[in-house]
């Protein structure tokens, strides 16, 4: 209900996560050319996914100086952590690098795919490993995009976000995706205990 977002807006949004943001989501310092360097776009670029992402609510800003500076508020940072089945938006763990990685996507439609199929493998239940099948993917796609423009898309991330590794479907209608053992949140989980 707020709107399709351009991947340079996903994007953005997803590095304001970098902020010194507080358990209730408040941050007293966010900075337009820090966020250009970790995502790879322009610093007008990201002074407008940010207006745009306050206009359609994903945050509530305060202006932006002349240096960049700028504090925002994200209403619904408490559930951010909760899982879809628990009320909330899901986790994901994401490290710069893989943040730079799926800024260099630059197709919105592979970053959407990118996005989904991380969020599905970097649970704690899933060992780095999941199966992502293609009717989940579609669901959140426009339907204009083809079986071509979908493999097209599939190969992209390939390509481009080598933290993921996604398998071929081989006509099974479904991928398998994994993480290395190093990414994987149920191995950092038992690390750290």
Not at 50 to 75: H, N, W
Not at 92 to 110: C, I, P, S, W, Y
Request: with cysteine.
């Amino acid at each position: 209900d707020r709107g399709k977002l351009s991947t340079a807006t996903i994007i953005i949004y997803l590095a304001l996560h970098y902020c010194d943001v507080d358990s209730q989501g408040f941050c007293q310092y966010g900075n337009t050319r820090e966020i250009a360097e970790l995502t790879g776009w322009t610093v007008r670029t990201v002074r407008d996914s940010i207006r745009k992402l306050a206009k359609a609510d994903y945050i509530c800003g305060g202006g932006m100086d002349q240096d960049g500076d700028f504090v925002f508020l994200e209403p619904d940072y408490a559930r951010i952590g909760q899982t879809y089945i628990e009320g909330g938006r899901g986790y994901v763990n994401l490290e710069d690098g893989m943040l730079k990685q799926l800024a260099a996507l630059r197709d919105v439609n592979a970053l959407r795919m990118a996005l989904r199929m991380l969020i599905t493998v970097d649970n704690p239940r899933s060992y780095g490993t999941a199966i992502v099948r293609e009717k989940d993917i579609r669901s959140f796609l426009p339907k204009y995009v083809t079986k071509g423009k979908l493999q097209e898309s599939i190969r992209k991330i390939r390509r481009m976000c080598r933290f993921l590794c996604v398998g071929e479907s081989d006509g099974r209608k479904y991928f398998e995706v994994s993480l290395p053992e190093e990414q994987d949140a149920k191995t950092r989980r038992i690390e750290a205990a």
